[in-house]
């Protein structure tokens, strides 16, 4: 399913996979959420809700690009940095464009995301 993330001066295409996790993503959709920074390496944000991580592996390592749900707090983190194999982590898609629009984002900002 394609994505897009629009920020207040750019849009960011994204594809989320068929997975038990992305489709329960998708279904919050359209959402507008506050980004923050988190430890120089992603953004993130609460879920409104909890999402089902049926089926999907125990963890994963991140890439730039990643868009992810970390599970244990519940929250979205998108990734700016590579991080290590972390027990929990979900991925939820990828950012195919627009990636250096959101890492130039300093401090918390806005974000809407909606299917294309």
Do not use: C
Request: avoid cysteine.
């Amino acid at each position: 399913m394609k994505i897009r993330l629009i920020l207040d001066d750019a849009t960011l295409d994204a594809t989320l996979p068929d997975s038990a996790a992305a489709r329960d993503f998708a279904a919050l959709l359209p959402l507008t959420l506050t980004l923050s920074d988190y430890a120089g390496t992603e953004k993130v944000s609460d879920l409104p809700r909890k999402l089902s991580i049926t089926g999907a592996p125990a963890g994963t390592a991140a890439k730039v690009g990643d868009i992810d749900y970390y599970a244990p707090w519940g929250n979205l983190a998108i990734f700016y940095q590579d991080f290590r194999h972390s027990d929990g982590l979900v991925n939820l898609g990828r950012i195919e464009s627009g990636m250096e629009k959101l890492t130039a984002e300093n401090g918390d900002f806005t974000v809407t995301i909606e299917r294309a």
